[in-house]
């Protein structure tokens, strides 16, 4: 019998996470059954999704939400045998024993030199949420100006190289110089830190004085309504996430859309990853040949040790993080 540590919610977040809104539990795990698995967790991710999803889908008690890569040490299933590395969607517990059939095998024939952890980044939900977001989304064309903000970060920055892939000028914006630099080494053409411009206005402006064909929001609020009149014609608009209103304690309130909506003829859409997942494989693999043939490079933020799930979450709320934040255990 295996004793699992488990991150719970002890208290629904109020306005900004803390760590006294997380518990540590103790759960003894049964033997495998036929057709399950025990899985170890080898790598967790801590994403902006769990704040507003806390919320919505679990109660006060419940283990923390999440996506880790984890490897089978005990198994009753013919296709996933000890050894085998896995994503499951089974949240901050360190074990577990699951059915195969919940179980998701990391890409055949991952590169020896390729950590596993990027199976939670590049290779793995973030890097489906850029490429979705931009092909599906945005219909991105090669020529196209393109702005993503929280630009530095796990899908951010994937945006913005699959951007340069793909023959755009990209703008990014990110909140330190660090993040700045970063994206420089990435290749984005142009980049400003939001928090220290005197006029977003100005700044977004100045970036790209024809303005913006394609727009890739990740954060929402007061700089979603600053970027609207810099939408060229027939601009598209990927919301992929709302970050500065996840911890709104009071909704935040316009200015409206609706008349740079009209008068420039823009599309702006909401999505969630998840809907292209049959295009899964097909896209892991694409993201793979990228980050092999050196066109796309993806960097980490990664926190040792189990214990510290809460503070890698908080601090990767707070924009600690260059690049994906993960723990390993
Ligand atoms: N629709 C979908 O299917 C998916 C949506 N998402 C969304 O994509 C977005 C990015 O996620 P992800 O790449 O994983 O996270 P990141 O790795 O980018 O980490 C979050 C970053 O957000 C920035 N940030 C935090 N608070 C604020 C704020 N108040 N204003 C502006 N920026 C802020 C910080 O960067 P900085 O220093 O630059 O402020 C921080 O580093 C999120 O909105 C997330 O919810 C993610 C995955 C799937
Ligand atoms: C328990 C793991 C659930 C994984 C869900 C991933 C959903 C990503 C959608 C994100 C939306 C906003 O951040």
Redesign the pocket.
């Known amino acids: 019998m295996v004793v699992s540590l488990a991150w719970t919610l002890r208290q629904h977040f109020q306005g900004f996470p803390k760590p006294s809104d997380f518990q540590l539990k103790k759960e003894t795990l049964p033997e495998p059954e036929d057709g399950e698995v025990l899985l170890e967790a080898v790598f967790l991710s801590v ?3 769990m704040r ?1 999803y806390s919320r919505n889908m679990m109660k006060e008690g419940d283990v923390m ?3 880790q890569v984890a490897k089978v040490i005990k198994s009753r299933h013919p296709s996933f045998p000890v050894g085998c590395h896995v994503t499951s ?1 089974c ?1 901050w517990r360190s074990h577990w024993v699951c059915a195969g059939a919940e179980l998701i095998p990391v890409l055949p024939d991952w590169p020896q030199d390729v950590s596993l952890s990027l199976a939670l980044g590049a290779i793995g ?1 973030p890097g489906l949420t850029a490429l979705y977001g931009l092909e599906e989304v945005c219909g991105i064309k090669e020529g196209e100006t393109l702005l993503v903000n929280a630009a530095a970060g796990a899908v951010g920055s994937i945006v913005g190289q699959i951007g340069k892939i793909k023959g755009c000028t990209v703008v990014g914006c990110a909140g330190t110089d660090a993040k700045l630099a970063y994206l420089k080494e990435l290749g984005f053409d142009r980049a400003f830190n939001y928090k220290t411009v005197t006029s977003l206005e100005d700044a977004l402006k100045e970036a790209a004085p024809n303005g913006y064909d394609c727009y890739f929001e990740n954060v929402g609020g007061h700089f979603s309504s600053a970027v609207m009149p810099q939408m060229r014609e027939f601009g598209r608009i990927a919301v992929c ?1 709302s970050i500065s209103m996840y911890n709104d304690t009071t909704p935040q309130t316009g200015p409206y859309v609706h008349s740079h909506m009209v008068f420039k003829q823009l599309k702006m859409e909401g999505f ?3 809907r292209w997942k049959h295009k899964n494989q097909e896209s892991l693999r694409r993201l793979m040949s990228w980050l092999t043939e050196g066109k796309l490079k993806s960097c980490e933020h990664v926190t040792s040790g189990f214990d510290n799930m809460p503070a890698a979450f908080i601090g990767m709320l707070k924009g600690d993080n260059i690049g994906k934040a993960v723990v390993k255990v």
């Open positions: 994403d902006p999704y507003p939400i999440g996506e969607k949240g939900m996430g969630l990853c998840g």
